[in-house]
């Protein structure tokens, strides 16, 4: 039986290990630094605001971890955290988050598949190599390890901000405030 303790040291392992390499992450040293996952979909309007803040607010804190992890609790989050873990395994997460949630929330285009691949291909994808990407084993162990992260911390709502593996619940509370109470202000 899996103990919550051995699933955040596991997952936290996991992830730590996985993400730097496959672009998900800033920052290049796990040792010392102390971190946050941000939980979030391409849906969520809010993701996409704290997305915007934290392109500010990183950079200017480079003493803390961040992850962003994709929200796999139905099936259309498994399709868009497909998309955007595809982009990471080929080296381009940030910017295909980026992307991403400029056509969404900019360009008012649809969160869907036809979205996705003319995101990939804007930032130099081929349409079908992305889409074999998305159906890949890096994908695969990706989108399980969010789907259990997403029930172990039963997150039904994005963003959710996991610090130093305990998810934070203030929900009436801005993110980046309580990002910036944690760590300190820049």
Same mark, same amino acid.
């Given at each position: 039986?899996?103990?919550? @303790?051995?699933?955040?040291?596991?997952?936290?392992?996991?992830?730590?290990?996985?993400?730097? %390499?496959?672009?998900?992450?800033?920052?290049?040293? /796990?040792?010392?630094? %102390?971190?946050?996952?941000? /939980?979030?979909?391409?849906?969520? *309007?809010?993701?996409? &605001?704290?997305?915007?803040?934290?392109?500010?607010?990183? !950079?200017?804190?480079?003493?803390?971890?961040?992850?962003?992890?994709?929200? /796999?609790?139905?099936? $259309? +989050?498994?399709?868009?955290?497909?998309?955007?873990?595809?982009?990471?395994?080929?080296?381009?997460? +940030?910017?295909?988050?980026?992307?991403?949630?400029?056509?969404?929330?900019?360009?008012? #285009?649809?969160? $869907?598949? @036809?979205?996705?691949?003319?995101?990939? =291909?804007?930032?130099?994808?081929?349409? #079908?190599?992305?889409?074999?990407?998305?159906?890949?084993? $890096?994908?695969?162990?990706?989108?399980? %390890?969010?789907?259990?992260?997403?029930? &172990?911390? #039963?997150?039904?709502?994005? !963003?959710?901000?996991?610090? $130093?593996? &305990? @998810? /934070? @619940?203030?929900? +009436?509370? +801005? *993110?980046?405030?309580?990002? &910036? =109470?944690?760590?300190? =202000?820049?």
């Amino acid at each position: 039986m899996i103990t919550r @303790r051995s699933f955040l040291l596991g997952v936290s392992g996991f992830f730590l290990a996985n993400l730097p %390499r496959m672009g998900m992450a800033n920052g290049a040293s /796990v040792s010392g630094q %102390r971190s946050f996952m941000e /939980v979030f979909s391409f849906a969520c *309007p809010h993701c996409y &605001q704290l997305s915007l803040q934290l392109g500010i607010w990183l !950079p200017l804190n480079p003493h803390v971890k961040h992850y962003a992890i994709h929200i /796999v609790s139905n099936p $259309d +989050d498994l399709k868009l955290a497909a998309a955007g873990y595809a982009a990471a395994v080929l080296g381009k997460g +940030d910017a295909y988050r980026s992307a991403f949630f400029k056509a969404i929330y900019e360009g008012n #285009q649809a969160p $869907d598949e @036809r979205t996705m691949i003319s995101v990939a =291909e804007s930032l130099g994808f081929k349409a #079908q190599a992305f889409v074999e990407t998305m159906k890949g084993g $890096d994908v695969a162990e990706l989108l399980a %390890r969010s789907e259990t992260l997403t029930k &172990q911390f #039963q997150i039904t709502a994005t !963003p959710t901000l996991i610090i $130093d593996k &305990q @998810r /934070v @619940r203030q929900p +009436d509370k +801005d *993110p980046l405030l309580i990002l &910036q =109470e944690e760590f300190g =202000e820049a």
